[in-house]
């Protein structure tokens, strides 16, 4: 199986962080630093990337630096406080320092773009706004390499929200759309309250593949999300 095709993901953005050490596997040193992707709203996502040392040689990634990252969207389970903690992060597989020319300003690009085939692990909640917005919040188990899975925080909108009301735990499902940074308040038992930011798929488009679909009409719903 081609584990890649699972999970892929493109950004453009500009670096906002230095670089700081994660961990080691092997002799082989990674680190984080925090990128800076801005939305078609103009409102802008902080992303960590997870990088090893081998793709930096030669490489400039100093803060203000604009690059090309292509990898994939990550989660890994760290204790914090004796509780577990769902960590993500995008490791990135290539980078390149992203050069800007006459044609790119003509053209659309792409700069934030996420692929995922997965399965849902839980029931989606489905939820409206005071103001009638649906949203529903779907967990996607997507395989990876050595029997690992990944485990990612999803959110659709409209469409897409009631149409996972309905789908049962265990489907496959393949969704497009953004990696998203979102700034909560978590109140501690103390009365304390502290910021944290979260990490989501905003989701475009899904679809169930072919070989679980009665139809293709059926079951593939589209929404454009800023």
């Not at 990634?61 to 993500?88: A, H, P, T, W």
Request: glycine share 4%; charged share 30%.
């Amino acid at each position: 199986m081609n584990y890649s095709s699972n999970n892929h993901l493109i950004l453009l953005g500009k670096i906002v962080s230095e670089k700081t050490y994660s961990h080691e596997i092997y002799g082989e040193k990674f680190y984080i630093f925090n990128l800076e992707v801005i939305r078609l709203s103009s409102t802008t996502d902080i992303i960590p990337i997870t990088i090893s040392e081998r793709l930096l040689t030669d490489l400039d990634i100093s803060i203000g630096k604009e690059v090309k990252v292509e990898g994939q969207f990550r989660s890994y389970n760290s204790m914090d406080n004796g509780k577990n903690r769902l960590i993500l992060t995008v490791f990135a597989k290539e980078i390149e320092n992203a050069i800007k020319t006459d044609e790119d300003e003509d053209k659309e690009n792409i700069t934030n773009e996420v692929t995922l085939i997965g399965y849902i692990c839980k029931k989606p909640i489905y939820r409206q706004t005071p103001f009638g917005r649906e949203i529903a919040d779907v967990l996607l188990a997507v395989n990876r390499a050595y029997n690992k899975s990944d485990y990612i925080p999803c959110i659709a909108w409209g469409r897409n929200a009631r149409y996972c009301k309905n789908i049962d735990v265990g489907t496959e499902v393949k969704i497009t759309g953004r990696v998203q940074s979102r700034i909560y308040e978590k109140k501690h038992e103390d009365g304390s309250v502290e910021s944290k930011v979260a990490y989501e798929v905003s989701i475009a488009s899904m679809e169930v593949p072919e070989k679980e679909a009665d139809s293709e009409s059926d079951n593939e719903v589209k929404e454009e999300v800023i």
